[in-house]
């Protein structure tokens, strides 16, 4: 059974430009949530997606979209790249009918020069 | 929002020593729950423990809701111990996870 995956592992863009990050949640999962870690801190939520709908949202500007499919994986996209988006970009599934944990990808880093 | 603070930031430890790492949040949750972020990144889910005691071999917790503190106890630490401790709470349902600032931990041989 396949955990969280994501992709690609590493990307590197410049200001200004465009990015499309996937996830595919655990098998059986339906709820994903994105999360952006800078260096040397915690995780910060991005948005999360239930039944194809952002359900929630973090404090992050409208740069940050994201979509999800019938098949329930996700896409996070970045607008207009700025330097400080440089980080570790998570994915996380669950159930949402289950009080079980949620279960993080192993991310995606975005290195923006 | 919410506040989640850990402590220590830092903790430096010869292996086979135990260990107390220490959360403390600011308001009620519903949710709290402890990871382990390897050097590569992986988050790593180790307890989901809004209250109460859990054990999974050398690693527990304890979550005492009513004073808003969790620990987590790692006993006769190894080296693939070393990386970074995150507890994190939701406090509005659906798995919000507001994370703490992290312990980093290195065990040494």
């Known amino acids: 059974d396949a955990g969280v995956t994501q992709s690609p592992t590493h990307l590197i863009k410049t200001r200004g430009q465009q990015v499309t990050l996937r996830c595919s949640p655990k098998?059986?999962?339906?709820?994903v949530s994105w999360y952006q870690q800078a260096l040397g801190q915690g995780p910060q939520f991005i948005f999360q997606?239930?039944?194809?709908?952002?359900?929630q949202r973090g404090n992050f500007p409208d740069r940050f979209s994201g979509h999800q499919f019938p098949n329930y994986s996700s896409e996070l996209n970045v607008n207009a790249l700025l330097l400080g988006d440089s980080a570790l970009y998570l994915c996380?599934?669950?159930?949402?009918?289950?009080?079980?944990?949620?279960?993080f990808g192993p991310g995606t880093r975005l290195l923006v020069l | 929002g919410i506040q989640v603070e850990q402590s220590p930031p830092d903790l430096i430890l010869q292996e086979g020593a135990n260990s107390t790492l220490r959360c403390n949040f600011s308001?009620?949750?519903?949710?709290l729950q402890w990871f382990h972020q390897n050097p590569w990144g992986q988050l790593i889910n180790l307890f989901y423990?809004?209250?109460g005691t859990k054990q999974n071999g050398r690693l527990s917790a304890t979550t005492v809701a009513t004073e808003r503190y969790s620990l987590l106890y790692i006993s006769s630490s190894q080296t693939t111990d070393s990386g970074v401790y995150f507890c994190?709470?939701?406090?509005?349902?659906?798995?919000?996870?507001?994370f703490g600032t992290g312990t980093q931990l290195k065990v040494e041989l």
């Open positions: 997606y239930y039944e194809e709908e952002e359900r």
């Open positions: 423990i809004p209250s």
């Open positions: 996380a599934s669950r159930i949402e009918a289950s009080s079980e944990t949620q279960y």
């Open positions: 308001d009620s949750v519903n949710n």
């Open positions: 098998s059986g999962h339906d709820t």
């Open positions: 994190a709470v939701d406090t509005g349902g659906g798995n919000k996870l507001t």
